[in-house]
């Protein structure tokens, strides 16, 4: 079956510290890969994403590459703020959803705190 | 501005009771889905739409109702026979094809009184 696992948390940094959030997943086909992010009391928004192997999805200093061989699309910042602290989430579509179904297949979130 | 649009926020259940969750979107997407989210956990899929009039059941789809009468609107009812409903749900739309980013609402709260 499909699933996400990403690194528990919480995690906690400095500002201005690098951040790596794993994420690994297990799928048929070739999926294409989300990072989300949701702050206290919002819905999610779409951070990045890839839709094939050795695709690199930036955002907002964000970055992730999809790594088909190892399975993973890890989340890396190299300076965080405290405007960051937040839930991530790690998702995948799978890409032989048979007839577009394209719901997203979630990890269980990550949450970032970032101190002054 | 295009968007996704749940209410209320907060709702709260007597024991028994069905409750309805809105979900509008104005962003011409096809396909809307609902999910839900509980503490320390991701989030699973209770239903999904592809086209109006038509929808499909997720992974937690058991307790749950839904219609899809017109392509802007996706209600969830949450039903007596759901018998641990307290959560945070989330409403989304994507277009059709992949992949197609999803567009999430702000999401309601649901207690039990």
């Known amino acids: 079956g499909n699933s996400v696992t990403q690194m528990e948390g919480p995690v906690t940094l400095s500002e201005e510290a690098f951040l790596t959030i794993n994420c690994t997943y297990t799928a048929t086909g070739y999926p294409s890969l989300f990072w989300y992010v949701q702050y206290p009391g919002e819905g999610l928004q779409l951070l990045l994403k890839a839709t094939k192997a050795d695709d690199k999805g930036s955002n907002k200093g964000f970055e992730a590459t999809y790594r088909k061989e190892t399975t993973s699309f890890h989340l890396e910042k190299g300076s965080v703020q405290v405007s960051d602290s937040a839930v991530y989430f790690c998702?995948?579509?799978?890409?032989?959803?048979?007839?577009?179904?394209?719901?997203?297949?979630f990890g269980k979130g990550t949450k970032l705190s970032v101190k002054p | 501005d295009g968007g996704i649009t749940q209410s209320p926020k907060y709702l709260f259940r007597k024991e028994g009771q069905n409750v309805t969750l809105s979900c509008e979107q104005n962003l011409n997407h096809d396909a809307m889905y609902w999910y839900r989210q509980d503490p320390g956990q991701g989030l699973r899929l209770i239903y999904y739409s592809q086209i109006v009039n038509d929808f499909q059941k997720g992974d937690i789809a058991e307790g749950y109702s839904v219609s899809r009468e017109k392509k802007e609107s996706f209600p969830l009812t949450v039903t007596s026979a759901q018998k641990n409903p307290t959560a945070f749900y989330l409403c989304?739309?994507?277009?059709?094809?992949?992949?197609?980013?999803?567009?999430f609402g702000d999401g309601t709260r649901l207690s039990i009184l």
């Open positions: 989304a739309s994507s277009l059709q094809g992949h992949p197609q980013p999803q567009h």
């Open positions: 998702a995948l579509t799978p890409m032989n959803y048979g007839g577009s179904q394209g719901n997203l297949i």
